[in-house]
């Protein structure tokens, strides 16, 4: 399969990476505004996946438009990684040029263009998969393996934290790009709204701390999830916060009937039990990293035409409208 990564940004070069580590695949063209020159040494992002090949990568065709980049290499698959501005005008180009599609979260901003999308997609018989890498992380995988086993009895109160310096590079740096993003709320806590929904459903309630969110104007979540029926407790808290240099943080603390599950990008890859009995701590470290399962996951799905069940564009639909239930919570 030939892929165009469309937008050289951080997950961009993020992506890059792990392609170059699959078999069978390759990375045919990348478009961005920037020239090779500049966006291949250019760093950013707010945690470091990898070291990017930049040498090879030099060899790579290079478009400013992609339009004329899908006209020239005709990919089979594009990883869309533009600002969220343009997620839906740039999925509809590749889906309508026969393109299956990964593409970056959150799938847009708007529920209604979200949802034509998902038409297009299944009209087109593509793949559409929106990046919500937390589903392929090896920590959260066996979060949502332990809830739905019961290994530590019924899950009473779930706390899910993510903590990023407040964005300063590459197109972040740009006014409208910024203020088009969906702050905070669409573009970081998205990640632990999206898993919450795929793990314990729709809440029933969703309870906001207004003082928080006036005093930080929106970039500092802290919500609480109600789900009456399992009688589970979800708490949603994080931000991006000054100054730009402040280190990514994230994990979540889950209170079972018969015990605690502790994890903490601190220290990746180790997760603890906690029981009466003792405190063990499961290391996953060795396995393939969360971005690299995603990327495999949707190659495999493009390759074979399967849908992607285990990320499907309708739980991206449902996670910025749970999103928007945020904000309706604020405008009260």
Not at 64 to 87: S, Y
Not at 103 to 125: G, N, S, Y
Not at 192 to 211: C, M, R, T, V, Y
């Amino acid at each position: 399969m030939k892929i165009a990564i469309i937008g050289f940004g951080f997950m961009g070069r993020t992506h890059a990476i792990n392609l170059v580590q699959t078999e069978g695949h390759e990375l045919c063209a990348i478009v961005n505004k920037t020239p090779p020159e500049i966006f291949l040494n250019t760093s950013g992002g707010n945690l470091n996946t990898g070291e990017l090949d930049t040498e090879r990568l030099k060899e790579i065709p290079y478009f400013e438009d992609t339009a004329e980049c899908l006209k020239a290499i005709r990919p089979d698959a594009a990883i869309i990684c533009v600002p969220t501005l343009f997620h839906a005008e740039t999925t509809r180009l590749c889906l309508e040029q026969g393109c299956h599609v990964l593409l970056e979260k959150p799938i847009c901003l708007d529920p209604e263009q979200a949802e034509e999308m998902i038409v297009l997609a299944k009209a087109k018989q593509r793949t559409f998969m929106v990046a919500h890498c937390l589903r392929f992380f090896p920590e959260y995988e066996l979060l949502k393996k332990t809830i739905e086993s019961q290994r530590l009895g019924s899950l009473k109160m779930l706390k899910m934290s993510r903590f990023s310096g407040e964005p300063s590079w590459g197109s972040w740096q740009e006014k409208q790009i910024k203020e088009s993003s969906g702050g905070a709320l669409f573009d970081l806590l998205i990640h632990d709204i999206d898993f919450l929904n795929s793990a314990l459903g729709k809440p029933e309630k969703i309870w906001n701390s207004p003082a928080l969110t006036e005093a930080f104007r929106g970039s500092y979540i802290n919500s609480t999830w109600e789900y009456p029926d399992s009688g589970t407790l979800a708490l949603v808290e994080g931000g991006n916060c000054y100054p730009p240099q402040r280190p990514f943080e994230a994990g979540y603390s889950a209170l079972f009937e018969n015990g605690t599950m502790l994890y903490s990008s601190v220290e990746p890859g180790k997760v603890k039990f906690v029981t009466a009995d003792e405190v063990t701590v499961e290391d996953l470290s060795c396995e393939k990293s969360g971005y690299l399962k995603e990327l495999e996951y949707f190659l495999e799905c493009a390759k074979s035409g399967r849908f992607p069940e285990k990320c499907p564009p309708e739980e991206a639909l449902a996670a910025i409208q749970l999103c928007h239930r945020h904000l309706a919570l604020n405008q009260e």
